[in-house]
């Protein structure tokens, strides 16, 4: 491992260290949420602090404290009892159904296993969450052929009208994404883009969503499994409990998730049901040089001659264009510029090298695809701003 790759992981340990013990100080402040599901238990934190109050404690701490006398939220008509799709399985029905909001508490999150370390949530982002959070319903959902509990946060928004469809915003990673969907619920609050429906995908609180292990099973090694979920089950699933406009919605990935993103878009053919429009790939790890010999991290796979096909079906887009003319999804791209360190070993290019033959093997073909290259941003500082970026440019306020 090279001195530059060795301070940066340095760097980010030091970093996540610093954050648990931050995120753990507010969360013991927060409160637990019932979806009012009839499929949810009630909740056991009745005595906790109220929303406002918490936000209150991380912006001006040395204001007194006061008494809370905002009242436990009714039960919305919308959380009734979930309709399932033909897809699922009888098991898979069983273990999928709404759970009180646990994202913000330490107690209930260590009942189910304590993995709520994972997410890294800011002290600010727990203010934001709070007061939204109304708007956000956790669903546990079941797949049997991963054997896996996903957790699924959807985040409804503002004036939501069960009546009317909004487009799906589909973010893999949901132990950092649950820090970014705050920020675009508040654009959309302002003013500054139309509504839709925030979909962030993770693991129950007995797996830690944020470990390399994890999310390389689920979007290297099983990848094919987790799109056939992703398509056949979650999204079904979703459409059939609210309102959703398929032809706007959009699907995210960045790093492993941006790979998968690839993988998503370039194998969506193989399917009936087309959930998404719109595809975001942001820092895909095109050239699968995540493996063992390249960060000693602990994964579940090595390169071995199958992973080197894998690798060049990559390259090939998974030989899409082979099966069809045209692609009709629109596609963006994006990179930062500082992560030109990245130099992979199977191709020798560089992360933002590889996003430019990525774009022009896409528009050789026609397709609707967009590059953006983030100046002076590494592999994740520019993420937020991107995903703000593209929702008011792509759901435009005067469309609200």
Request: charged share 25%; net charge negative; with cysteine.
């Amino acid at each position: 491992m090279s001195f530059t790759i060795y301070f940066i992981k340095l760097k980010e340990s030091i970093m996540k260290k610093l954050v648990i013990p931050l995120t753990l100080l507010s969360l013991l402040t927060c409160s637990a949420f019932s979806c009012g599901s009839k499929n949810s238990s009630s909740s056991s934190e009745s005595t906790s602090i109220s929303a406002e109050t918490t936000a209150a404690s991380i912006e001006t701490a040395t204001e007194p404290a006061t008494e809370s006398t905002t009242e436990a939220p009714t039960e919305p008509a919308y959380y009734s009892e979930l309709v399932y799709p033909d897809t699922m399985t009888e098991k898979e029905k069983t273990g999928t159904a709404y759970r009180d909001f646990t994202l913000l508490s330490f107690s209930r999150a260590n009942e189910l296993g304590q993995n709520i370390f994972s997410f890294h949530i800011s002290p600010e982002t727990i203010g934001l969450i709070n007061e939204i959070k109304a708007n956000i319903c956790e669903l546990i959902v079941y797949d049997e052929e991963l054997d896996t509990n996903f957790l699924v946060h959807i985040t409804l928004p503002p004036d939501y009208d069960e009546s009317k469809e909004y487009p799906i915003f589909f973010l893999t990673d949901s132990t950092v994404s649950m820090n970014k969907i705050p920020y675009m619920w508040k654009a959309i609050e302002n003013g500054e883009a139309a509504p839709v429906i925030f979909a962030a995908l993770g693991f129950d609180y007995d797996r830690d969503g944020n470990s390399d292990e994890e999310r390389s099973r689920i979007f290297i090694v099983h990848e094919e499994q987790t799109l056939d979920f992703i398509t056949n089950d979650l999204m079904k699933l979703i459409s059939a409990n609210y309102k959703t406009d398929a032809s706007r919605s959009v699907f995210f990935g960045h790093s492993w998730g941006g790979l998968f993103s690839h993988y998503a878009l370039c194998n969506s053919d193989k399917y009936e049901y087309q959930p998404f429009k719109n595809y975001i790939i942001g820092s895909a790890a095109l050239s699968m040089m995540s493996g063992k010999e390249y960060w000693d991290v602990d994964i579940p796979w090595e390169y071995d001659d199958e992973m080197l096909a894998e690798h060049a079906a990559c390259m090939r887009d998974f030989d899409y264009f082979d099966r069809n003319e045209t692609m009709d999804k629109n596609v963006f791209i994006s990179v930062g510029s500082e992560e030109d360190w990245i130099e992979t070993w199977m191709n020798g290019l560089t992360m933002v090298e590889n996003a430019k033959v990525l774009y022009d093997r896409l528009t050789a073909h026609g397709v609707n695809a967009e590059l953006k290259i983030y100046e002076g941003k590494d592999h994740g500082s520019y993420v937020d701003d991107m995903l703000e970026e593209y929702l008011k440019k792509n759901f435009p306020a005067e469309n609200r």
